[in-house]
């Protein structure tokens, strides 16, 4: 159903966006490292917080996406038409309560989440909750939108409005913290202003009429409780999966926030850094949900399964060559955010394990694209919540309180969490033609 092109043209753009996206994240860390430690420690702390909420409220786009592929795959337009407006009603409605629950809770959020940090940490990421909580309902409007543009296999729009939107944060970092020395405040007001014009733009280009699924009328918005119950049941274990993984790191977070502010920074940076190595594989793993999503709605379980396997050994390709990359300038990389000696010193000895831990990581977190793809999604939960809570957080928990490994204890416990996905994830793979299931 894809050939080498039509594959070309899906990831292309897909691996584009997601640097971007990873660069825009290391240039905010490098610009408020500016404003010195404390406000690293407090954009870091935050940003756990924005990345479970975002990644719940992609979990369900995501949903929105599976749906519409399949329909697509069915040739059944006016269905995919229809799933797309209750994905952005969903989404939209649900972000603007979080976001109001985030600026009514702001500080006792934080405290009850992070405990006691250090006064000037909380101070700063009180000050980015604020206002970056404002961006929720844009970004939730931008992922939908872009999920849907991929489930049509034109991930170029995403790709073209996230430059756009990635543009207005750098420029406006640069002048909001160099130039108008807002601090903190100066890399959070940019991230609103671009997440607004993104969603303004995505929203715009969906009614296209030359898009195959789009938003034709405003009406479509209006709830369709069968539509809503397809993507829900994609949507919500896949939302229940990210938001526990994340969550979890958010108890991991708190753990590190006990280890004094070296540690804090040294965790923040290696995070962002390594986030460089999951590129390849979340592209691949988005462009499988169009690929194995259209296969299934067309009944061809075998290509979908092929094409999986052919995409995860692109994925070790590349991932062979940034790993080696990694590791041969891991200081020079974390010399960037003028981290302190021993911050720094522990930012690459992360980076380094983590490189060479890699090596499991495209068969525990790509291949469950393809289960979900082929509405297997609530097994993938299972699996992941239960790794998350036993092997990841209860071995961190073993290493830094119990063996005193320090921060590096936290690394351990994740990549304990990592063998066992994949082993499960591998046996569950070998089976996917039979339970794959086509949306009703």
């Not at 009603?89 to 985030?102: E, F, N, P, Q, Y």
């Not at 009614?207 to 405003?218: A, E, F, G």
Request: hydrophobic letters at 55%; proline letters at 2%.
């Amino acid at each position: 159903m894809f050939n080498r092109k039509d594959l070309i043209r899906l990831l292309a753009p897909l691996i584009v966006e997601q640097i971007l996206a990873v660069l825009v994240g290391m240039a905010d860390v490098v610009m408020v490292a500016a404003v010195g430690e404390a406000a690293v420690s407090g954009v870091s702390l935050v940003d756990s917080i924005s990345i479970l909420i975002l990644q719940i409220l992609s979990a369900l786009a995501t949903g929105g996406a599976v749906i519409s592929a399949q329909y697509l795959g069915k040739k059944q337009l006016e269905n995919a038409c229809k799933a797309a407006g209750q994905l952005i009603g969903v989404t939209t409605v649900l972000s603007l309560a979080v976001s109001a629950i985030a600026l009514a809770g702001n500080r006792l959020l934080l405290a009850s989440i992070f405990g006691n940090v250090e006064t000037q940490v909380m101070s700063d990421a009180v000050i980015y909750f604020r206002i970056t909580a404002l961006s929720y309902p844009f970004m939730a409007i931008y992922n939908s939108c872009a999920a849907l543009f991929r489930s049509m296999g034109n991930s170029k729009v995403s790709m073209v409005v996230s430059m756009v939107m990635n543009t207005i944060n750098i420029a406006g970092n640069a002048i909001c913290v160099f130039g108008l020395h807002m601090g903190v405040a100066g890399v959070a007001f940019p991230t609103l202003a671009s997440r607004m014009v993104a969603a303004v733009m995505m929203f715009y280009l969906i009614q296209s009429p030359d898009n195959s699924v789009r938003i034709k009328r405003l009406d479509e918005l209006r709830p369709d409780f069968h539509m809503i119950r397809n993507i829900l049941s994609v949507g919500i274990p896949n939302g229940l999966e990210n938001g526990m993984f994340q969550f979890g790191k958010i108890a991991l977070q708190s753990l590190v926030s006990s280890l004094g502010t070296a540690a804090i920074a040294s965790y923040a940076v290696a995070s962002n850094l390594v986030t460089l190595l999951y590129l390849p594989g979340n592209a691949i793993g988005l462009g499988l949900i169009t690929i194995v999503g259209q296969c299934v709605g067309a009944g061809e379980r075998k290509q979908a399964k092929q094409y999986t396997r052919r995409l995860v050994m692109v994925n070790y390709g590349i991932l062979l060559v940034l790993c080696i990359v990694m590791i041969v300038f891991s200081g020079q990389l974390v010399s960037i955010y003028h981290l302190s000696a021993e911050a720094a010193r522990i930012s690459v000895q992360m980076i380094e394990a983590h490189s060479y831990a890699m090596i499991v990581w495209p068969i525990a977190f790509t291949i469950p694209y393809s289960l979900r793809a082929s509405m297997d999604a609530k097994f993938t939960m299972a699996v992941s919540v239960f790794s998350m809570w036993l092997f990841r957080i209860a071995s961190a928990y073993f290493f830094v309180q119990i063996m005193n490994l320090g921060v590096m204890g936290i690394w351990y416990g994740m990549f304990i969490d990592w063998f066992f996905r994949a082993a499960v994830f591998a046996l569950r793979f070998r089976g996917i033609e039979k339970r794959a299931v086509s949306v009703s």
